[in-house]
Structure formats: structure tokens, C-alpha cells
């Protein structure tokens, strides 16, 4: 599958933006997805992530309350709101597949996806 990741942009402090994360093929809904983010200098690290039936969703505890993953298994896409935006939550944000044939669940573990979007640029301002 191959993703392709939109949405980012500059954004004041407070402010939201919207992922989303288009997916190629008509076996979207046998994967689970997640996105992941990377600031400069840090590790990639989880933010969210989405089983296959949508029916369970999983965030980091930096972005609960803030963050919503969804999909869209019509438009084989997953969203990313992002709501009370802070300056910590600026960097490059990824979205990423897991085959449901690898695991039971959508999990946090970066290692453990099979497949990864080019990434979008969020930048935070204060």
C-alpha cells in the first residue's frame, strides 16, 4: 500500500490543523494505520493509531484530549485533528500501515509498520 500524507502547514499556538493520509489500493481496510511524528533532533515517536474497523483508537498521553484519529474506509484515508495546537507539537508527522494479518490491533510501536507516508511539516508558532 502506499500513503500519502497532506495537511501540515504553520499554525499559531491554539490553533488546529487536519491530517489526513491517502492510501492506495483497495485493501485499505485490512490495515491498521497510525501516525507518528518527529521533531529535529529527536526519535520518531507515536502519536495515534487507528484499527482496522476504526472501532479503537489509541494516543499518546501528549496529545490525548488535543489529537482524534479517524477513517474513512470510503475514501481509504485517515484523518488527524489536531486541536490546542502547542510548540511542542511541531515536526514532521508520518502516517503508517499495519497489515491486521501482523497484528490483532493497531499498536504504538514504530517498528512494527509496514508501510510509511512521505511525511508533512507541522510547525507550531508561540
Known amino acids: 500500500v502506499q500513503l500519502q500524507a497532506s495537511g501540515g502547514g504553520l499554525v499559531q499556538a491554539g490553533g488546529s490543523l487536519r491530517l489526513s493520509c491517502a492510501a492506495s489500493?483497495?485493501?485499505?481496510?485490512?490495515?491498521?494505520m497510525g501516525w507518528f511524528r518527529q521533531a529535529p533532533g529527536k526519535e520518531r515517536e507515536f502519536v495515534a493509531s487507528?484499527?482496522?474497523?476504526?472501532?479503537?483508537?489509541y494516543y499518546a498521553d501528549s496529545v490525548k484530549g488535543r489529537f482524534t484519529i479517524s477513517r474513512d474506509s470510503a475514501k481509504n484515508t485517515v484523518y488527524l485533528q489536531m486541536n490546542s495546537l502547542k510548540p511542542d507539537d511541531t515536526a514532521v508527522y508520518y502516517c503508517?500501515?499495519?497489515?491486521?494479518?501482523?497484528?490483532?490491533?493497531?499498536?504504538?510501536?514504530?517498528?512494527?509498520?509496514?508501510?510509511w507516508g512521505q511525511g508533512t511539516l507541522v510547525t507550531v508558532s508561540s
Open positions: 503508517a500501515a499495519l497489515s491486521l494479518h501482523s497484528a490483532l490491533t493497531a499498536t504504538t510501536m514504530t517498528g512494527e509498520y509496514d508501510y
Open positions: 489500493g483497495r485493501t485499505f481496510s485490512t490495515y491498521h
Open positions: 487507528i484499527n482496522w474497523s476504526g472501532g479503537s483508537t
